[in-house]
């Protein structure tokens, strides 16, 4: 399932407070800025920054 549109647009990287990318097909969402990727489980976007990983 995805995620809602509003929800994306006012979600921010927790770190730099920049714009995501979400990438369905990996369920994850990424900061190109801080290049960290966001876990999405069960449709709930984890917006820890020690949960995140480099990409």
Sequence with gaps: ???????LEIL???KC???LTY???E???ECP???LR???KDDIPIM????????
């Design 17 to 19: 407070k920049g714009d």
């Design 23 to 25: 990438k369905e097909k």
């Design 48 to 55: 820890l920054i020690d949960e995140a990983e480099s990409f």
């Design 1 to 7: 399932m995805a995620l809602d549109k509003e929800l």
């Design 27 to 29: 369920q994850v969402l």
């Design 33 to 35: 800025a801080c290049r």
């Design 38 to 40: 966001y876990p999405i």
């Design 12 to 14: 921010a990287c927790p």
